[in-house]
């Protein structure tokens, strides 16, 4: 029997694929992965979000926290899909793919990047 590997998908086939499903996709070494939030995920996530925009409001930055954002990094088999990130509406500009994808691909535009993790399988200290 022989078996064959499905090809490799590049960054730019990656954002022409993406569906508009609802669904969080990530291109992760060539493939595509969909991502499933677990455990306490939106409660986490709910929260930084209103932390750091009331601090954002507080300080009077031109800084936003979109709903979705796609990061490329160097190289061409990778998308990232972040739990938060605070961008530089100023710096925006300067980001080729922003207007047409959502994305950036330069670190300066990306204030803050959050990625939330599942508490399973940590260990937690007994109280005193």
Known sequence: MIQTTPPLMTFEE???WYP???RRYELISGEVVGVRPRDDYEGVTS???RVVDREIERLALDWFIPKTCCVKPAGNLDGYVPD???LDRARLG???LWKTASTI???RSACL???VVSRIGMMTM???
């Open 113 to 115: 990047v959050v990625e």
């Open 126 to 128: 007994p109280e005193s």
């Open 94 to 96: 300067a980001e080729p």
């Open 84 to 86: 938060v990130i605070v």
């Open 47 to 49: 929260q930084i979000v």
């Open 14 to 16: 990656f954002l022409n």
């Open 105 to 107: 691909t330069q670190g």
């Open 20 to 22: 508009g499903d609802g």
